[in-house]
């Protein structure tokens, strides 16, 4: 793998620290006039998320961390494992409850969804920005609602629960923006 | 800007200047980076862009120029930021028979008519007294154990590794860290006093040898010049040279030659005088309310 100097930190390069992998947010040289020149950096830990900020001597340099983002469909879930496929190359790879963590609430059977890879074996799991999904449970709206009322929980075939307009009814589905968990509008079958 | 620079010193008799950029030696202090390049003619000869037009300048001031200043471009190599462009504009000047408080007394009054109300009321402080008030060092007598629980407090334990035993770099670090981004909030500060492993082309206080005669300008943390009362001993600047020329070697740095010129000029005798380099581009920054340097050039390095 390659390997970065200080001076090569752009935002979004992947790189491995503490023997993890981390992605640069930002990269600040910083130098007094007559002395050492330092780069504040601020990283990203793609295992845990975690944003941490670190001091390197410039000129210092880390190794490039093999980590990229590939589109995959979501198969199944078995218990242990969900399982996603590459459709290009049709191979699958399989992810914990761990890496997959938040992103379940989102998976739909079918869905295409982001697979971040890490030496070839899934780092985390990004939904679609918008998916569709349907209301299992929520209470009957009463009649007159309009879309500009307060509102009411629905759960998901998934297991999240959004909130969507009094009108929304069980049984329907409706799109949903999975950054904000916010309800966008419903889908017409 | 410059129009107003160039009033203020007429108004004061000093006289401008031009010395070259292009050079046969050039600074020898290890954190600086230079550009290099080959001069053409009966032979092929390596010449060095300038990293300050200093050592020129000092020897104007040796040949009796008397107080003279100078805008010019400056190059220095891998230095690229939110406040660093590799090719910069620095105003320099030398005033003979000024000592560093007369210095900085110019140093303010130049900022405030420059400023138009911006730095009034400028601050001044010692290093020593600073450090200690956002460290609670002692920025004179190095601890390796008292700095390294300071770091891992603030949860800067990298520092460890990197600055080991190194006091200077010690200094260098919590120095940019932890106390720089506190200096002259909205107005100017001025900071005298460096401890002399920091002395750059400072001579050594003639009362306290651990302090250098040294200071730095600042405004919001963000440093805009350095001045000296200039050292004047050739044989303790020639032992600076090579103790850097050293220190480059041990870290596989770039080879330098040093400034025989100068070292010739100050054996025929500098005049006592003090003198100070100003990052105009900064100051520019400043003045305009920029965020970037690259909004005040009109090409930075990334689109020259």
Redesign the interface.
């Known amino acids: 793998m390659a390997v970065y100097s200080t001076?090569e930190f752009r935002s979004g390069l992947k790189v491995m620290l503490d023997n993890d992998p981390c992605a640069i947010i930002e990269n600040?040289?910083?130098?007094?006039?007559?002395?050492?020149?330092?780069n504040?950096v601020k990283i990203r830990n793609l295992k845990t998320g975690r944003v941490i900020e670190?001091?390197?001597?410039?000129?210092?340099s880390l190794e490039g961390a093999d980590v990229v983002d590939m589109e995959m469909q979501y198969l199944y879930n078995d218990g242990d494992y969900r399982h996603f496929m590459n459709q290009e190359t049709f191979e699958q790879y399989q992810a914990d409850a761990k890496t997959v963590g938040d992103t379940a609430l989102w998976l739909k059977d079918q869905d295409m969804c982001t697979v971040t890879l890490w030496n070839d074996s899934p780092l985390a799991v990004t939904p679609a920005n918008f998916v569709e999904l349907e209301i299992v449970e929520t209470d009957p709206g009463v009649r007159g609602d309009t879309s500009g009322g307060g509102g009411k929980p629905a759960k998901l075939s998934t297991g999240a629960v959004v909130r969507v307009p009094l009108f929304v009814a069980q049984g329907e589905i409706i799109k949903v923006d999975t950054r904000t968990a916010e309800y966008i509008s419903r889908v017409k079958e | 800007m410059l129009q107003r620079i160039r009033v203020f010193f007429a108004q004061r008799n000093v006289l401008e200047v031009e010395t070259p950029l292009l050079s046969h030696a050039c600074g020898t202090e290890p954190q600086l980076a230079f550009f290099t390049t080959t001069f053409e003619f009966s032979t092929s000869e390596k010449l060095f862009l300038q990293t300050s037009p200093e050592f020129a300048m000092k020897r104007l001031l040796a040949a009796g120029s008397g107080s003279i200043y100078q805008i010019c471009k400056a190059f220095r190599n891998s230095e690229v930021g939110r406040f660093h462009n590799p090719e910069f504009t620095m105003l320099e000047w030398y005033r003979v028979g000024f000592d560093l408080n007369d210095l900085m007394n110019e140093v303010e009054t130049l900022f405030v008519e420059l400023s138009e109300g911006k730095f009034n009321a400028p601050q001044r402080k010692s290093y020593v007294q600073v450090f200690a008030q956002y460290t609670d060092l002692n920025a004179l007598e190095f601890s390796f154990d008292a700095y390294s629980d300071f770091a891992i407090k603030q949860e800067m334990s990298e520092a460890i590794t990197f600055c080991e035993h190194n006091h200077a770099l010690w200094l260098d670090y919590l120095f940019s860290f932890c106390v720089q981004p506190n200096l002259g909030k909205n107005t100017l500060c001025l900071i005298y006093g460096y401890p002399a492993c920091q002395s750059a082309l400072a001579r050594i206080n003639a009362e306290n040898s651990l302090v250098a005669d040294r200071f730095e300008v600042f405004f919001n943390g963000v440093e805009l010049g350095n001045g000296f009362y200039e050292l004047k001993d050739s044989e303790e600047q020639n032992r600076r040279f090579e103790a850097e020329i050293h220190t480059r070697k041990t870290q596989h740095l770039a080879n330098v030659v040093k400034d025989e010129h100068l070292l010739s000029a100050l054996k025929s005798g500098l005049p006592d005088c003090a003198g100070i380099a100003i990052g105009l581009d900064r100051l520019l920054m400043i003045l305009t309310n920029a965020d970037r340097i690259s909004d005040v050039l009109s090409f930075d390095i990334e689109r020259a």
């Open positions: 001076n600040e040289f910083v130098k007094p006039g007559k002395g050492q020149a330092f504040r670190r001091t390197f001597k410039s000129g210092e």
